[in-house]
């Protein structure tokens, strides 16, 4: 995928904040789908504002892949909660969190521009709770 970006449950599992099975790569709304045969994989196709925020590149047996950090990981996660289930999301905010791969202020920031702000923001309230 030429223009693709690990994303979703991928990137958590590269991230180490899942142990869920990672298959999923993000392009744009109009990118060129490559058949892939394997491993299998679901595209999920993000608009552009969502897919340009938040990519990092990561060195892979010599291959230099764009993947979305942490912070931006989680927003999309609780953007997609139907889809990904809020049986992975809520455990990988709060493992993100456990691990300090992101901290509150990255994360509500990628979901405010995410537009994930309302479904995470309970969430990360009660895990980031003083007491």
């Known amino acids: 995928m030429p223009k693709g970006v690990i994303c ?12 869920h099975i990672p298959r999923r790569i993000a392009i744009g ?3 060129w789908k490559s058949q892939v045969d394997y491993p299998p994989l679901r595209i999920v196709r993000f608009a552009g504002k969502f897919l340009r925020d938040g990519i990092e590149i990561h060195d892979i ?11 931006k990981t989680i927003a999309d996660v609780f953007r997609h909660r ?36 309302n479904a995470l923001r309970p969430y990360l309230e009660a895990f980031t709770a003083d007491g």
């Open 82 to 117: 139907h889809s990904v289930g809020i049986d992975v999301a809520v455990p990988a905010l709060k493992e993100a969190l456990r691990q300090r791969k992101a901290t509150p202020s990255e994360i509500s920031a990628c979901a405010m521009r995410g537009g994930a702000w």
């Open 61 to 71: 047996e010599g291959v230099s892949v764009p993947m979305f950090g942490v912070a």
């Open 8 to 19: 979703l449950v991928s990137a958590l599992a590269f991230h180490g904040i899942t142990d």
């Open 29 to 31: 709304p109009k990118d």
